[in-house]
């Protein structure tokens, strides 16, 4: 599927930070069907049994994912999670490429639903997940924070194309 942009990373997100020494360093692609896609390797740290990834990492990202696809369509609206179901089907090992991707389900003035997956990159779903946000203004979420300083990477990497 074509990319139509990347989204930016954020300094210290355990997801997507750039500046995060343990962090996942996640990219985000907006996709031309309106979906957010993930490009991504997760590594030693994040593991939970050995050669598996710690669910609570799976649904970090997955959580980052479906939180971020909201600014596909409306790119300056923030939003919080009020809750998440995930299915653990395979196991996501550490160490290898991964890609996720996420789509709006239900949106409204106030809130919205998406679904989530991440899949191997022979395709197959490893974990799927489904979560209801709140739409909030950026103070309220962030207080004296600036988002835009803290969302300060935008690193073109020349991603034209991810396939499902």
Same mark, same amino acid.
């Given at each position: ?16 930070? +750039? ?9 985000? $692609? %907006? +996709? ?5 896609? !993930? /490009? ?8 939970? $049994? ?6 609570? #990492?799976?649904? &970090?990202?997955?959580? %980052? +994912? ?12 923030? &939003?919080?999670?009020? !809750? #998440?179901?995930? !299915? ?9 490429? /991964?890609?996720?991707? &996420? %789509?709006?389900?239900?949106? !409204? ?19 799927? &997940? ?5 739409? +909030? ?9 600036? #988002?835009?300083?803290? #969302?300060? $990477? ?11």
């Amino acid at each position: 599927m074509k990319v139509i942009k990347k989204q930016k990373n954020s300094k210290n997100c355990i997801i997507c930070g +750039l500046d995060n020494p343990i962090g996942v360093k996640a990219n985000f $692609y %907006e +996709l031309e069907d309106g979906s957010l896609a !993930s /490009l991504f390797s997760f590594s030693l740290e994040h593991q939970s $049994y050995p050669e598996r990834v710690h669910g609570g #990492m799976s649904s &970090a990202l997955l959580d %980052e +994912l479906m939180g971020r696809v909201i600014w596909v369509t409306e790119p300056t609206t923030y &939003a919080v999670t009020t !809750s #998440m179901q995930v !299915s653990f089907r395979k196991p996501v090992p550490y160490g290898e490429n /991964l890609k996720a991707r &996420a %789509e709006i389900t239900f949106n !409204s003035l106030r809130g919205y639903s998406a679904k989530g997956e991440i899949y191997n990159m022979n395709g197959e779903t490893l974990v799927s &997940a489904t979560a209801k946000y709140v739409k +909030l203004p950026e103070k309220v979420i962030t207080k004296n924070f600036d #988002m835009h300083e803290e #969302m300060a $990477y935008l690193i073109e990497d020349g991603v034209t194309e991810i396939n499902f």
